[in-house]
């Protein structure tokens, strides 16, 4: 298809069409899976030009990527799945695929953070993130400042006072008390200080349907797409996007040396996934909206965390501002601390006790015992996360379904 068509369709139609030759798959509708470690050159020369191009000594044309030489570099599979991903964020131009979310953030810290440079990231962060600032980032050198997620006046303070910061991390909305940080605000204060740190975004929670960090002038996306891009919880993959092509060369060219590109099969998996997600979330926040919103006021729970109960105002100015939708996940907190929030779990049918979240199932979890078993008591009371503490993430099942599961198992 010719760039000129190309650039003028819209995401869900763009994801369908873009990346993808079926003449260089035998005619499959279906991209064929290549699995190859190693690729074969026509000529001398032409090897020479790829890794020259690989290597940085010569420039790429523009959309011009090397050929292909080896799969930790690169492979066709993930070609495909990065282009087919751009359109889904909103100004991105370019993607990366990882084999996990945790591996795109390390690779985007590693990438751009440089010993004697500082970090200012919002917390709650993911566990696994959290743990790499501290067991990786500190050693390296970096100095690291966490702000509370949402306080805007702290976030502006800590990135005007920092010395050489290299980054600014985000994780909007923060689990699992979904507090949200306003990005935009972020952005400004990062490009008033003259180091400029780049803004990076976690935007696994509302991306790439519902919030769009990159419009709002981030630098950076990252993704878990083990979550809701691939939506069935039967896969492990990370992603990061930005309109910067030179910010993700950058990503690839550390990807190369800590081999931790997305492999064939899984790219295959991802790429098949992607038309859907946008109908996957929308089904999976107005479910999750239904059921936070009729559970709310219920005799047995204390509080329903949900963007549309948010009680304070600068919290609800941040969800009408980024969000176009308030997302699949929420948290109960209930009367009766850990005993009832056990026996909660254990009456569920529909709903099943795991931890992550995105899939088309219904998830429910103890973050206190499970996914921030490892914060410390202070961190515990600053972050809400209380003994009667449930988390759901709603799936694609019918509502009615979903509530008279919760109603017979709150008793
Ligand atoms: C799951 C998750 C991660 C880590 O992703 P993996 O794919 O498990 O490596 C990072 N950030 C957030 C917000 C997550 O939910």
Redesign the pocket.
Known sequence: MSVELENHLRPWTAVLTRGFDPRLSVGSARPAVFRSSTYVFATPEEAERAFDIVGGRIPAGPHERAELIYSRISHPNAEILEDQMVPLEAEATEAAV?N??????MTAFFAFARPGTSMIYTMP??G??TKLIHAFLQPFGVTTVAVMAGDGDGLDRAIAAARAPSIVFI?TPA?PHLRMTDIPRAVEAARRHPARPLVMV????LGPVFQHPLKLGADLV??????YLSGFSDM???AALSRDPALIQQMRSYRVLFGNILQPDECWMLDGRLPTVSLRMNRQSKNAQRLAERLNGHPKILRVIYPTLFQDPEQIRIFLRQCDFPGAIFSLELAGGKPAAFDFLRRLKIARLAV???GVETLACHPKTTTHSSDTAEEMEQFAITDGLVRISVGVEDWEDLLEDFLQALG
Not at 202 to 205: A, H, I, K, R
């Open positions: 990882f996990s979310g945790m591996a795109a953030i962060l993911y696994g993130t994780e689990n976690d935007n696994t929670f990252l993704y878990s797409a083990t979550k492990i993959a990370g992550s979240l995105g």
